[in-house]
């Protein structure tokens, strides 16, 4: 049976959703998206041939799937005010709105919603996300599926069994994008100091980190093992490494993503 997906607003990321949903085959006519930009809504039915409205309620009655796709600072309106529409028929609603806890949704609903929060990534909005998802014991098994479907169509998808972990999945893969940027940054800002071109460090960086990303990706090996493999003893890689070490590399991570973590707690509580 192919499941009715309403997406609760239409920005860049239930937009990458919704593309990686009919790319992988999901029937448009089974999408509806509630937008009230009206310049969005004509380019995602022109785009994608898939349903759309400005009406919430709507979007909540018709289909088996929800997903909240607005910012956290509107979440509160919105969820209360298609509560009574969602409710005559009880979909699956799937948050992907950061910082939001079920418990808030749950409150904001007024029933014993199925619900699915879930913690993506920038990445996704080019179909190579990394998303966590947690449900709620309302969600059954097939409505889990459901979720990971929508969620797995932007990238990867995985589970985790405690809410409170996707605060650790915000500190690893929800803001980890940033952190590659700041080396990528700083490598690039560094070639050039050591006499690149502009455009021959970042084409150098960018590309080195695209490869060493699908070497760690794609080899199947740990990256504890691909760095001792490209480390020759006593050369330029086992140097530069032994600075980085000297500098307190791995002890600044863990603290910047401990930190990133506690920060997504105090933001959610």
Same mark, same amino acid.
């Given at each position: ?14 937009? $990458?959703? *919704? ?33 759309? !409205? ?56 007024? =029933? ?9 990534? !920038? ?7 990394? !998303? ?16 990971? *479907?929508? %969620? ?19 500190? *690893? $893969?929800?803001?980890?994008?940033? =952190? ?16 690149? $071109? ?6 150098? !960086? ?19 093992? %691909?760095? *001792? ?11 530069? %490494? ?28």
């Amino acid at each position: 049976m192919t499941r009715k997906i309403a997406f609760i607003g239409g920005g860049n990321m239930a937009t $990458s959703l *919704v593309g990686g949903l009919v790319e992988s085959g999901h029937p448009p006519a089974s999408i509806l998206v509630s937008e009230p930009e009206a310049d969005k809504r004509r380019d995602l039915a022109a785009r994608f041939a898939v349903g759309v !409205t400005a009406d919430n309620r709507e979007a909540a009655a018709a289909s088996d799937v929800v997903v909240l796709a607005v910012k956290p600072q509107i979440m509160a309106e919105v969820v209360t005010g298609l509560a009574a529409a969602a409710r005559d028929h009880g979909p699956l609603v799937v948050s992907i709105a950061a910082g939001t806890p079920i418990a808030r949704i749950l409150e904001w609903l007024d =029933y014993p919603a199925p619900v699915v929060r879930t913690m993506p990534n !920038t990445p996704a909005l080019l179909g190579c996300g990394a !998303t966590a998802l947690f449900a709620n014991d309302a969600v059954s098994d097939d409505q889990r599926e459901a979720a990971e *479907v929508v %969620l797995r169509s932007a990238g990867i998808a995985l589970w985790v069994e405690e809410e409170g972990l996707l605060d650790a999945v915000t500190a *690893v $893969s929800g803001s980890g994008p940033a =952190y590659f940027f700041l080396l990528m940054e700083h490598m690039i800002r560094t070639g050039i100091g050591l006499g690149l $071109s502009g455009e021959q460090a970042r084409a150098l !960086t960018l590309q080195t980190a695209l490869g060493a990303a699908r070497m760690a990706l794609e080899s199947g090996r740990a990256p504890e093992e %691909l760095r *001792v493999g490209v480390t020759s003893p006593g050369g330029t890689t086992e140097r530069a %490494l032994e600075l980085f070490r000297e500098g307190g590399f791995g002890e600044l991570v863990e603290h910047a993503l401990t930190g990133a973590c506690d920060r997504s707690r105090e933001l959610g509580g």
